[in-house]
C-alpha cells in the first residue's frame, strides 16, 4: 500500500492561504489521492482528490471555489492550496488512497489515519 506523510500546516488568519502536501511513496497512474480533514469533535470529511490516471480532480462543495489539488509526479508528492481561509475550515488534514476520485470514492472506512497536519484558521 502506499505510504503518506502529510505537511504544511499551520496557524493563519481567516482569509489567508496554505499549501499542504502529501509525500507519496508512489504516485502512478493506479494511484488516486484524496484528502480528508477532521475538525475537533467531527467524522473525517473528504475535501478533494485527483487520479494520478488522467489528473481528473474532484473537489466538495464547501471548498470548491477556494482549494486546488494538484501533484507532481516528479516528487510523488500531492498538493492542497486553499485559499480565503475560514474558520471553520480549521481541522487536522490527512491524506489517504482512495479508489476512485469523486464523492463515492470517499466513503471508505479507514482503520487508521496517520499524523496528519493541523491546520488553524484565526478570526
Known amino acids: 500500500e502506499v505510504q503518506l506523510v502529510e505537511s504544511g500546516g499551520g496557524l493563519v488568519q481567516a482569509g489567508g492561504s496554505l499549501r499542504l502536501s502529501c509525500a507519496a511513496s508512489r504516485f502512478s497512474v493506479d494511484d488516486t489521492i484524496g484528502w480528508f480533514r477532521q475538525a475537533p469533535g467531527k467524522r473525517h470529511e473528504g475535501v478533494a482528490c485527483i487520479s494520478g490516471r488522467d489528473g481528473h480532480t474532484y473537489s466538495t462543495d464547501s471548498v470548491k471555489d477556494r482549494f486546488t489539488i494538484s501533484s507532481d509526479s516528479a516528487k510523488n508528492t500531492i498538493y492542497l492550496q486553499m485559499h480565503s481561509l475560514k474558520v471553520e475550515d480549521t481541522a487536522r488534514y490527512f491524506c489517504?488512497?482512495?479508489?476512485?476520485?469523486?464523492?463515492?470514492?470517499?466513503?471508505?472506512?479507514?482503520?487508521?489515519w496517520g499524523q496528519g497536519t493541523q491546520v488553524t484558521v484565526s478570526s
Open positions: 489517504k488512497p482512495l479508489y476512485e476520485c469523486s464523492r463515492a470514492g470517499f466513503l471508505l472506512d479507514f482503520k487508521s
